[in-house]
Each structure stands twice: as structure tokens, then as C-alpha cells.
């Protein structure tokens, strides 16, 4: 997906709110805004998103000297859905379809995503959570990932953020695990999850976990290590959660499920969707047999 | 009011949804949203946020080659204002206090602001209106404003927007006339009131009204004629209406009293009010006998 003018101003927004965020000096604040605007002027918005995204993060832990700004709030946001999750997994196993009802989850976690909005309440998480298995929801495509993910060999699970990822956890546990890999982030940017926060939500014990080589709040091929291409390249299937893997593989001749919640007017419009609502979607340019 | 790093993501998004409003050619909207990321790269911000309005609006007109892009929706809210009038006038006739009456509703003609945001539902400007006699608002300020007027010699009201100028009418009726002089900007720049609203509403037949000589958003002294300078020099009470009027003149020491509905976060934070207020409030730094 390219990057839509209306992107450029929530760059700018997004710079500013992540920079109060990480740091109490004004002149950072203003160093960050007047950079961003910087590379916008020049902006190929041929690029997805997340290339701006990930320069401006980049810029960002440059200036405040923190190779990993949001660390503490990755670490908090672990521990919150952690806290939630064995109640969630009962939750699962009592569902009439287990699965289904682990899809609603993983699409209620991706409400834990720093890049769109710069914080978010607890309760706002909790929210999310208690009313996703009951809000509306396109069940054809339960059934096609169902049968995608029956007949797949190889499958490749991009994460997206912290937290969110015990969410994955969950649906994971109702997928064939022995044909999984999870793929996170080579390297921090914004709450993204890294191979930390796999290995503390115990993600790594009952399934292979790689990082894709990338600093980008998504997965743009071209910045990531060879040994993940080599992987992306051999899945027959891959789900791909959030917006930053939506607005990075949406245009990928590729057997993809995006699985997320839609949170901004550009994502919503490009879906075809409401801000908010619970998407499960195939890759519109991929073509099914 | 300086302009805060907050404004600049907000005159990006601006820019853009002006020039869509104005233009459906895309390639105008990308020249615009570029060029106010460029000027927005050196921009000054000690100097206040209708400096940038201005520079913004401008830009559009040239790139639009339309000298008054917001004419028909200016002549729409002097429609829809003046439809409501007769009924309003009666309800300040008949408010135990006409003059607290006349503020409440020449605050809530405010809301027809183009500038914070890019349109304006009808419906919602009837529920502002119909709401504003019993909304919260602070009665105090209502009677050093009346002290004020009665002391004052020579009063300029600083109109703000086309349809709120039909509210400021109303206000304008219950104040000394005699005493009164009405400003309108002195070129077209987004919905801001001009000499052919003020004589389209009937402004011109009750009472003086002159145009300030400049296309800015707002009263940036510097780029208003010296005729108008002069005549605000001379006035020993100015009641300035709206955000753009309050941002380029809070900082005066001059007796202001500033009229607005309070619509963007920075603005609030300024006053120490919320988003929605009602506002009429003296000019902070004026030294008050």
C-alpha cells in the first residue's frame, strides 16, 4: 500500500507524540518535528508507511540516545496480557469453535499498538478484549483460513507488537505448531515485538521463533535479512498481524491473512471497512486456486 | 500566542483538507501538502499560528488560481445564519438578560469555523446554538464586559467568520452602536468574513465597518493596512471574536475582550479551558485599572 497524503500529517503527529513520549526535552521535540518534515518534502509516497515510520524511529532513538525508548512500556504491556491470558485460554477451549474465538483474540491484541495512537488505558485493552468475541465478524473467512491453514505446509506468522503477542500465543496453540515459524522484528522500533518479548512470554518454547532483520514497523522486504526472505519466500501461507504488515505485503502476490484491527481512516478505507472493526482478510491481490 | 510543534501536524492536515475542498485535482493537493511542509521546515514559531494560515491560504488560492475558494460556503452560512435570525433575535428580546444572551450566541456562531475543521454539519451548528443560552459559561466575565463597553469611547469588534458574523450582528444590536466600528478582513482566506458579507447581512446598514487590509486568518498587525492600525490604536476597547483573532492578539497589552468557542487542544490548554468552552475572557497581559 502506498502512503496516502493523509499520512504525511499523522507522520508528523505521530513524531511529536512518540518524541514527549521518550523524552522531557523540548528541543529533542522540536529536532524530531522539523527532521520529519524534513524527509517528508522528498517523500516518495510510492513507499509504504512504515519506511517513513521506520526513519523516523530511527531518528528518534538517534537523538534521545535510547536504542530501545518504548522497553519499558513493551515490558508493561507483556505483563498485562499475560495477566489476562488464563482466563483467555479457558475462554478459547469452552468457545463452540476454538479457533474462531482465537482469531477474535489475536485481532482484539492488535489494539496494543503504539504507532497509531501514542498511549493507551488499560482499560481500553480490557474493553476490546471482553467484547471481541462477540462483535460482528466475517465468518467466511474464518472458514477459508481454516481450510488455508489445513492445507499449508510451511506457514509464517508475523507478529506485530508486544503484549499483542500473547494474544498470537493464543491462536497459535489452535494452529498445527509443527508448521509454524513467528517472525518478529530484527530490531526495537516503536512497541513492536522483538525476540525479547518472545522469549518472555514463552512464546519461544512451543514454537521455532526468528526475527526478520529489520528495524521497520512492518515488513518491508528489502530491509530484512536474507535468511527471512528465504523463509517468507518458502511459507505457503502467511499470517500477518497488524497495520504496519498490512500496509508493507498488501500488494504481494502471496497466499496472506491479515489479521487486525483496523484503527486508522487510510487502513479502513483502503479494507474497505469502519475504524475499529475486527478484520480477518486474504490478500486481495493474491490468486486462490 | 507563539505556535506550538502541535499546530504543525494540524497545518498539514489542513492544507491538504483545503485544498480538497477547494480542488478535486490531486496533483494540487500533493503540490500543497509539500509546499506547507517546506515552509513548515524553517517556519518561525515565535511568530503565531495565523502567520502560517495565512502563507497556506495564499498558496492555495495560487495554485487554484481561484482568488475566493470559499466563497459559495461563505454565502451558505450567511444563509443558514440569517434563516435562524428572526427566532434568535426574539429569544434575546425576550432573555432576562439580553446582553448575556446576545454573547452566548454570538460565541456560538463561532462554531462555523473552516479553519480547525474542514466542514461543518448544519445540524451541528443548530445544536450549538440551541444549546448555548443553558450552557456553563462564566457570568462574571459577562459583567466586566458590560463595565467595559459602558466605559468605552470607541469600540472595535473584530468579526471573525461569514455566518458568525449574522451572530455577531445580534451582539452588535445590544451594545452602544454609536460607539462601535466592525473590522472584516481585507481579503478572502478560508471562510473569514469580508466587506461583502458584512454588507450581505446587513452589518453595514446598522453600523461602521471597515476591512482590515489583510488576508490573514487572524489580526497580524504587521500586515493590516495603517488605516486599520490606526483606528485600533485609537479604540480603548477591541471585543475580538474567534481562535485566529485570539492566537495573533492575546499577547497585547490592550483591552481585548476575546469571544470564541474554544475548538483545538492548544487553544484550550492556553486559555486553561476544555475543548468546547464558551469562552469570554479579558486579554491576560492588559493592565486593568
Known amino acids: 500500500m502506498k502512503t496516502y497524503l493523509d499520512c504525511i500529517s499523522c507522520f508528523v503527529r505521530q513524531g511529536l507524540d512518540s518524541a514527549r513520549l521518550v523524552s522531557d526535552d523540548e528541543q529533542i521535540h522540536e529536532q524530531v518535528v522539523r527532521q520529519v518534515l524534513r524527509l517528508a518534502v522528498n517523500l516518495d509516497i510510492s513507499q509504504t508507511p512504515p519506511a517513513m515510520g521506520q526513519q523516523i524511529h530511527r531518528l528518534i532513538r538517534e537523538l534521545t ?166 523463509r517468507f519466500e518458502d511459507a505457503d501461507l502467511v499470517i500477518a498481524k497488524g497495520q504496519g504488515n498490512y500496509e508493507t505485503l498488501s500488494d504481494l502476490d502471496k497466499n496472506i491473512f491479515f489479521v487486525l484491527k483496523a484503527k486508522c481512516p487510510v487502513i479502513a478505507e483502503h479494507i474497505g471497512c469502519e475504524i475499529g472493526d475486527m478484520i480477518l482478510c486474504r490478500n486481495p491481490s493474491v490468486k486462490v486456486n
Do not use: H, W
Not at 525508548?69 to 489476562?84: G, V
Not at 491484541?109 to 478484549?129: F, Q, Y
Open 65 to 230: 540516545g535510547n536504542e530501545d525508548p518504548y522497553r519499558q512500556m513493551k515490558q508493561r504491556f507483556n505483563r498485562l496480557a499475560t495477566d489476562m491470558c488464563d482466563e483467555l485460554e479457558d475462554r478459547v477451549a469452552m468457545a463452540e469453535d476454538p479457533l474462531e474465538a482465537a482469531v477474535r483474540l489475536a485481532i482484539a491484541g492488535n489494539i496494543i499498538d503504539l504507532g497509531v495512537k501514542t498511549s493507551i488505558a488499560e482499560s481500553a485493552i480490557e474493553e476490546v478484549v471482553r467484547n471481541c468475541l462477540t462483535a460482528e465478524f466475517d465468518g467466511q473467512q474464518v472458514e477459508a483460513f481454516r481450510d488455508s491453514v489445513d492445507q499449508a505446509e510451511k506457514i509464517l506468522y508475523l507478529a506485530d507488537n508486544a503484549g499483542e503477542i500473547v494474544f498470537d500465543r493464543l491462536l497459535i496453540e489452535q494452529l498445527p505448531r509443527e508448521k509454524i515459524t513467528v517472525a518478529v522484528r530484527g530490531n526495537p522500533v516503536i512497541n513492536d515485538a522483538t525476540m525479547d518479548d518472545a522469549k518472555f512470554i514463552g512464546l519461544t518454547d512451543i514454537v521455532e521463533v526468528i526475527d526478520n532483520g529489520s528495524d521497520a514497523p512492518g515488513t518491508i522486504l528489502e530491509t530484512c535479512s536474507q535468511s527471512f526472505r528465504d
